[in-house]
């Protein structure tokens, strides 16, 4: 299968941004994903990107793809408390279905 | 329009029986796929249905299987239960199958195998 690789842990004061990474190693995968969970919830589709884009922002969300490097990164302006929870970056398989490969997940946690 | 529905939510087995879980796809989509969440391994694509057809499936053991409706509800079982299946079951759904289609994802159901 194919390697998606975050940093586990990130902490940063409210009003701040974050910045979470991501790493992949399929360079075909076409689309990349960014997924928000919170403590006993599903995952929630926060955002995603085309290959063919460098950046995408969506209201305090901005994505940054850099396809040669294989590096993926989910900005969040003015962090709020209610932003903590578990963040997966994710790509799709390259065959034909929709199998997606998870990252192992950031926990990102805001301080008051 | 409501979202993917994962029921149970939560259930507790004991080791060596079987258990089903059951996935109501957002209305309108025909593809469902089904993940395993563990704190150990993270999230593993378990199977992926599309019109009643298993498209793709993950690196499970044959005791993992699914099946899909006409009406696109999907079931997954897990025979014979091991310790190591407990886990957070997540169900997700699609339009189509294929790059460009987004999944969403159910609640999942907690399953504890005691």
């Known amino acids: 299968g194919e390697d998606v690789e975050q940093s586990l842990f990130l902490s940063v004061r409210e009003g701040d941004s974050s910045v979470i990474n991501c790493t992949y190693t399929?360079?075909?995968?076409?689309?990349l994903y960014w997924y928000k969970q919170e403590p006993g919830a599903g995952l929630q589709l926060l955002t995603y990107?085309?290959?063919?884009?460098d950046m995408k922002q969506d209201q305090r969300l901005t994505v940054l793809l850099n396809k040669k490097d294989k590096h993926l990164s989910l900005r969040i302006a003015d962090t709020q408390t209610g932003d903590s929870a578990i963040y997966f970056c994710a790509e799709r398989a390259s065959n034909t279905g929709n199998q997606f490969y998870f990252g192992t997940g950031t926990s990102l946690t805001v301080i008051p | 329009k409501a979202g993917v529905t994962q029921t149970p939510r939560y259930l507790i087995k004991t080791r060596g029986q079987q258990v089903t879980l059951s996935c109501s796809p957002i209305?309108?989509?025909?593809?469902v796929s089904w993940y395993q969440q563990t704190p150990g391994q993270g999230l593993q694509f378990l199977f992926e249905y599309f019109s009643e057809t298993q498209r793709n499936k993950g690196n499970f053991p044959g005791r993992f299987s699914g099946r899909q409706f006409s009406n696109s509800r999907s079931e997954m079982n897990v025979s014979t239960l091991e310790l190591g299946d407990s886990a957070l079951y997540l169900c997700?759904?699609?339009?189509?199958?294929?790059?460009?289609?987004?999944?969403?994802f159910g609640e999942g159901s907690w399953l504890t195998v005691v």
């Open positions: 399929d360079s075909s995968s076409t689309y």
């Open positions: 990107i085309f290959s063919n884009m």
């Open positions: 997700a759904s699609s339009s189509a199958t294929g790059p460009g289609n987004t999944i969403y």
């Open positions: 209305s309108g989509h025909r593809s």
